[in-house]
Every structure is written in C-alpha cells, then in structure tokens.
C-alpha cells in the first residue's frame, strides 16, 4: 500500500473544514446546506478513524502524519464547535465557556508536547483525550442534526435531540479538563524521571572517571617502585664489586709486608 495514503486521507480532513463552515452558514432553504454540512463531518470524523487504522497496521506512520493528524483533529472539530454553539442553541456564556475551556486545553497539551520533544520526553495519548474526541464528535453531529431538523419539524422530540447533544457535549468539556490535568501530571512525571537518569548517569561518568584515575595512579605507582626496586638492584652489585676490591688491596699490602 502507498505510505502517502493515510496523509491523504489526513489532508482530505483538513479541506472538509472550510467546506463545512460554507455549507453550514449559506442560507439554502430547508436546512439543506446544514445537512450537507452534517455529512461532511461524518465523512471527516471516518477519515480520523480510518487513517489511523491503517497507518498502524501497515507500518506507515510517519513524522508528518502524527504531526498533520493532530491538527487536522482540532481544525475539524474546532470549526464544528464554534458553528453549531452559536447557533442559538444554549446560553451565550455558557457557548463561549465551553469553547474557551476545549481551544485553550488544546493550546496548553500542543505546548507541553513541544517541551516535552524537546527534552526527548515522550507524552503518550491518555484514554481521557480520546474518550473526550469522541463526545465531542458525537455532540456536534447531534446539534448539527437538531440545528437543521428545527428548521423543517416543528415538534418537540427536535428540542430533546438539542437536549442530549448539549449534554454529551459538557461531558466532552469535562473530560477535556480532566485529560489536561492528566498530561500536566505525566509531564512532570516524565520530566522528573529524566532529571533522575541525566543525575545518576552524571554520577556514574564521575564514579568511572575516578576509578580509571585511581587505576592511572596505581600503575605510576607500580612503575615508581618497580624503577626503585631496580635502582637498588643494579646499585647492589656495585657495592659488592667495591668491597672485593677493597679486600683484594688489602691482602696486596699484607703480602708486601
């Protein structure tokens, strides 16, 4: 299989999103462009699914692909977001609450990642974030399929439908929160145990170096003493040589006496 199909796949999410915001806000009659709109997110949440699949089971992921992948994430469901919370379907303060606390989790994790990389510190993704995704895919579908079926049905069942759609989406907001403090604490932890290992690999390269110089010195020594030992070697028979000579010229002067 081509490696470049889940970047494909990847990228396709990403030109669903300005599709998504024109076909939302056009004013076409009976709904019709927000359905459309609805689609199109569907078909970009399965492309979320289907690149990752196969990118894991034929061995092609790439730098690119889990760089491009995240932003492709939060540009769709960012956008979705944005289009169907001011949409009149709950309180405004509520609406610019639940956008703040999703855009702004998002910019925290991207720049804990980043710190992270750069100290070869790997955050892995959390089952927090992921079940967050989720919510938040299925909350938007939901209010997008309300904001268009309140268009053409007049009946009460459509309000219930905005009803379960907001609720999953204050989940989805819960769990982002909960996921944030999540990669806060692995963050710490991750960077904690670096620190660790850079001290007590420092600690190991001192205790080496001095080992090797305690070794360096004992061979100085070794060689030190075994040039003495060597000196009074050779000084010894000189003496000796010396003394006979000197008990030679004393037998001479006896004899001559």
């Not at 994790?109 to 079940?131: P, T």
């Not at 938007?140 to 009946?155: E, F, S």
């Not at 670096?194 to 690999?201: G, I, L, P, Q, R």
């Not at 050779?234 to 037998?251: V, W």
Request: hydrophobic fraction near 45%; charge should be positive; charged fraction near 20%.
């Amino acid at each position: 299989m081509n490696k470049n199909v889940p970047n494909y796949l990847t990228m396709a999410r990403i030109a669903c999103t300005p599709l998504i915001i024109l076909m939302y806000l056009l004013p076409i009659k009976s709904g019709i462009g927000v359905f459309v709109a609805l689609g199109l997110y569907v078909v970009g949440c399965f492309t979320d699914f289907l690149d990752g699949k196969i990118a894991r089971k034929y061995n092609l992921i790439t730098d690119f692909g889990k760089f491009m992948d995240q932003i492709a994430d939060k540009f769709i469901t960012t956008t979705a977001m944005i289009l169907v919370l001011f949409s009149n379907i709950t309180y405004g303060w509520l609406a610019v609450l639940m956008l703040l606390i999703v855009v702004l989790r998002d910019i925290l994790i991207s720049g804990i990642r980043m710190v992270a990389a750069n100290k070869n510190v790997v955050i892995a993704a959390d089952i927090y974030g992921k079940i967050k995704s989720f919510f938040l895919d299925i909350s938007n579908m939901i209010l997008m399929l309300y904001v268009g079926l309140r268009v053409v049905v007049d009946a009460n069942w459509v309000d219930i439908v905005g009803k379960l759609g907001l609720a999953l989406m204050i989940v989805g907001v819960v769990l982002s929160v909960i996921s944030c403090i999540n990669y806060g604490v692995k963050a710490l932890e991750g960077f904690g145990i670096k620190h660790k290992k850079s001290n007590a690999e420092d600690a190991e390269k001192s205790i080496e170096n001095s080992d090797s110089q305690k070794t360096e010195d004992e061979v100085a020594q070794n060689k030190t003493s075994q040039s003495v030992s060597e000196n009074k070697a050779e000084a010894k028979p000189a003496k000796s040589k010396t003394s006979n000579k000197s008990k030679t010229t004393k037998k001479e002067n006896k004899g001559d006496k």
